[in-house]
């Protein structure tokens, strides 16, 4: 039963959606210092049976991405006003100019009280299957609205507290005129969300990684070629393949062991159970994506770790039961790197 559910070697929960080793140029530097590629094209066309390339946006039935709708979406993003006291914004834990992250562990509220889960990216967030760590919510215009009325995080008491709060705003009247033309009240809750998911369906970082396979030998050095294989050699790509490298299903955390002996996590968390009360599910969490796993540190869905190889470690024990070699995580961990994309013009 287990070998159906094997892992990838780096499912860094919570950092895997949000994680990195402090090393930031680590891609820039290797590219610089690179050989010619390991492959040809002809083997480049291979990497197809794994991965795929990011788009630069991605649309939902209903939520048409309108200029006037996704430049709504990124005023609301950054606007303190979505929070009670006017303390934090989406940004303020998903911060745009950091990859998406805050890289805390666990990130402050409105009322500086701590979440009990990382904060994963939201840069290419729109193409998960589900959202959050336990896959509450199908779509991120069901999730932007989560964090808004928790009374954790933005701590905004009811919708209609935060629609009688905008409404009073002269410029929000005009932008959600022009944003949802049709509508006779635009300010309402459901645009809100709608507009913060429309920017958000914009926020995609395709980057050499992509390039590659699109089918440039060159993209990528020789040893982030090398350490693709190890990745995909290992097994990785059980559960970390696909244009995000993971983020199409669910896996439980530690298939051969506990996973709090390995991250020393302070709280055990029970993962999706607490959302289906299914026994099946304990432990169970979303795939997080790799895609700019180098910058969204600390990994795992509580931020217990914060060294990216220590976390590539951790999951080829606990997921494939594998021991590896220093010379294996560093491999892995160079082809990680790789993974990393410029932040999009509209998030600047």
Not at 49 to 75: C, D, M
Not at 168 to 179: H, K, M, P, S
Request: with cysteine; charged share 25%.
């Amino acid at each position: 039963m287990k070998k159906m559910f094997l892992l990838a070697v780096v499912v860094a929960f919570v950092a895997f959606g949000c994680g990195e080793s402090p090393k930031e140029n680590s891609s820039e530097n290797s590219a610089k210092a690179s050989a010619k590629p390991a492959v040809n094209k002809s083997d480049v066309s291979k990497t197809d049976a794994y991965f795929k390339r990011l788009p630069g946006a991605v649309e939902q039935s209903g939520n048409q991405l309108t200029y006037n709708k996704v430049n709504l979406g990124k005023k609301l993003y950054s606007d303190v006003q979505l929070s009670k006291d006017r303390n934090i914004s989406c940004n303020s834990c998903h911060d745009l100019k950091n990859y998406g992250v805050d890289n805390l562990p666990v990130s402050p509220g409105d009322k500086g009280e701590n979440g009990t889960r990382n904060s994963p990216s939201v840069y290419n967030a729109a193409l998960h299957f589900a959202q959050f760590w336990d896959g509450r919510e199908p779509t991120v215009e069901a999730q932007a609205g989560g964090p808004i009325l928790n009374p954790v995080e933005m701590n905004i008491p009811s919708e209609k507290f935060l629609v009688d709060r905008i409404k009073l705003d002269g410029d929000y009247q005009v932008l959600f005129a022009e944003a949802f033309p049709d509508d006779d009240d635009p300010i309402t809750f459901h645009n809100i969300t709608y507009a913060i998911a429309a920017f958000e369906r914009r926020l995609f970082t395709p980057g050499k990684f992509d390039q590659y396979i699109n089918g440039k030998a060159d993209a990528l050095t020789k040893e982030e070629i090398k350490g693709m294989e190890t990745f995909v050699k290992t097994g990785c790509t059980t559960c970390h393949s696909g244009s995000l490298l993971g983020g199409t299903m669910y896996q439980k955390f530690g298939l051969f062991d506990d996973y709090w002996k390995y991250t020393n996590s302070k709280d055990i968390d029970e993962g999706r159970m607490d959302v289906t009360k299914n026994e099946a599910d304990k432990y169970v969490f979303k795939v997080p994506s790799l895609r700019n796993i180098e910058k969204t540190y600390p990994y795992f869905h509580d931020g217990s770790v914060n060294d990216l190889g220590e976390a590539v470690k951790i999951m080829a024990k606990l997921e494939l039961n594998k021991d590896l070699s220093d010379k294996d995580v560093s491999e892995i961990v160079t082809f990680l790197n790789a993974l990393t994309g410029p932040i999009p013009r509209i998030a600047k």
